[in-house]
């Protein structure tokens, strides 16, 4: 007889539900906006205050748009923000205008001649034909321009030249830098309707650097004799709010003043 070889048949088991934990599927619960952005202005009082936006290098805290959400002066974060947005954004393609925030403003005040020509070499200041400088004492907010075609300085002040010696000390500074040694000083026109609040000032600086810049693109030179309204200046807080929500960021509730200047 022959020998028949036996075949071991391998049955496959299957795994029946529930044999082996699975992965729950857990749904994930819904945000509430008011409770987050509550939570954010908590945040201000420890030592980490929560960001409501960070644009290019600079980042706005919640307590720098509160600033904005009232009669507040407006500090270094704000204004370096916008003169940011306008340099990166607004006027990207035009190279000959150069915006300094207000921390490159700050250090061509007190570095020596040497460190502030370096600064302004990384920064191609010799080849560009506007350069907008914001001056701040206290406070108070000012512009300076630099206008090479016009080879002068123009300066602006929302409350009667108030630092008008600050200026000339910066410009002192800048000849030498940007190789403007021979260039003369022009007093800008401000405000249509007198002097406004002093904690508008912030405002009317961008009020004012929107207005030239514009004039200059179309023109090509620069002028002393636009004018800003009252009105221009007080409707400057919406748009920036709108301004920082069009560029993602979260506004903070409105609440107690917050610190408005740390220079």
């Given at each position: 007889m022959s020998k028949s070889k036996k075949k071991k048949i391998k049955k496959k088991t299957t795994k029946?539900?529930?044999?082996?934990?699975?992965?729950?599927q857990v749904a994930k619960p819904s945000v509430d906006v008011d409770y987050v952005r509550k939570c954010q202005l908590k945040n201000d009082v420890s030592g980490k205050p929560s960001v409501a936006l960070r644009f290019q290098e600079i980042s706005l805290r919640h307590s720098d748009v509160q600033l904005l959400q009232g009669p507040?002066?407006?500090?270094?974060?704000?204004?370096?923000?916008?003169?940011?947005?306008l340099q990166s954004r607004r006027y990207k393609a035009q190279s000959e205008l150069h915006f300094l925030t207000p921390a490159?403003?700050?250090?061509m005040r007190h570095l020596k001649i040497r460190e502030r020509r370096r600064l302004a070499q990384g920064m191609q200041l010799d080849s560009k034909l506007f350069v907008f400088v914001p001056l701040v004492e206290g406070s108070h907010w000012s512009l300076l321009l630099m206008a090479r075609p016009d080879r002068k300085f123009y300066y602006f002040d929302s409350e009667d030249n108030r630092s008008l010696k600050l200026a000339h000390t910066v410009i002192e500074h800048l000849r030498d830098t940007l190789s403007a040694d021979d260039f003369s000083l022009t007093l800008g026109r401000c405000l249509q309707q007198g002097t406004d609040h002093d904690h508008d000032s912030g405002l009317h600086f961008m009020c004012m650097t929107d207005n030239l810049a514009d004039y200059i693109s179309r023109c090509g030179y620069a002028t002393s004799t636009l004018l800003v309204s009252v009105q221009e200046v007080r409707a400057k807080r919406s748009s920036l709010l709108h301004l920082i929500r069009t560029l993602g960021g979260i506004l903070p509730i409105s609440s107690t003043k917050p610190s408005s200047m740390e220079l």
């Open positions: 029946k539900p529930g044999s082996s934990p699975r992965r729950l507040y002066a407006l500090n270094e974060h704000v204004i370096g923000f916008y003169c940011a947005y490159m403003a700050y250090s």
